[in-house]
T-cell receptor
């Protein structure tokens, strides 16, 4: 069974601070995706990384896929209250229906 | 563009009653479809996925079943709900390895 552990589980910070969320597994994935979810809504895709060592930037968010494609990180610079939400990583495998294995989630709260 | 719908948005059901949640996708053909359940503030647990009409794969043993009567329709059902079936149910479809989610159904079993 593939597992993806996220850390930290909860994070409460002040506006303007930087933070990093980690997503770790002992399994290799063909892709790694990050989603953000608001309460009562479905997750929304932020980014997909597919190459070991790949780094993608989305405004103040930086995503990295580990060289061995077993882990990933999400770094947010100068966090804003609008960044508040549940962040989920998900590892993909191409075989067997393109299933995703979701991480345990990181609940981020950014306060003024 | 593709759109995914789920209904109802919220449902309160007594223990032992039946359940039917519906998911439909627009703007794509032959999608892979998925049902997930999510506990509050936590990750998603894959319940069922389907690669085509009438083809259902179950990921975990449970009180629920799924059906795909049409290409873009995916239904989650139960004959008798349990308290433990309460949760947030999400439907998703796949474009290559990326999944796109519906708005979800909040189910409360009392």
């Amino acid at each position: 069974t593939q597992l993806l552990e996220q850390s930290p589980q909860f994070l409460s910070i002040q506006e303007g601070e930087n933070l990093t969320v980690y997503c770790n597994s002992s399994s290799v994935f063909s892709s790694l995706q990050w989603y953000r979810q608001e309460p009562g809504e479905g997750p929304v895709l932020l980014v997909t990384v597919v190459t070991g060592g790949e780094v993608k930037k989305l405004k103040r968010l930086t995503f990295q896929f580990g060289d061995a494609r077993k882990d990933s990180s999400l770094h947010i610079t100068a966090a804003q209250p609008g960044d508040t939400g549940l962040y989920l990583c998900a590892g993909g495998v191409r075989r067997g229906g393109n299933k995703l294995t979701f991480g345990t989630g990181t609940q981020l709260k950014v306060e003024l | 563009s593709q759109t995914i719908h789920q209904w109802p948005a919220t449902l309160v059901q007594p223990v032992g009653s039946p359940l039917s949640l519906e998911c439909t996708v627009e703007g794509t053909s032959n999608p892979n479809l998925y049902w997930y359940r999510q506990a509050a503030g936590r990750g998603l647990q894959l319940l069922f996925y389907s690669v085509g009409i009438g083809q259902i794969s179950s990921e975990v043993p449970q009180n629920l079943s799924a059906s795909r009567p049409q290409d873009r329709q995916f239904i989650l059902s139960s004959k008798k709900l349990l308290l433990s079936d309460s949760g947030f149910y999400l439907c998703a479809w796949t474009a290559q390895e990326t999944q796109y989610f519906g708005p979800g159904t909040r189910l409360l079993v009392l």
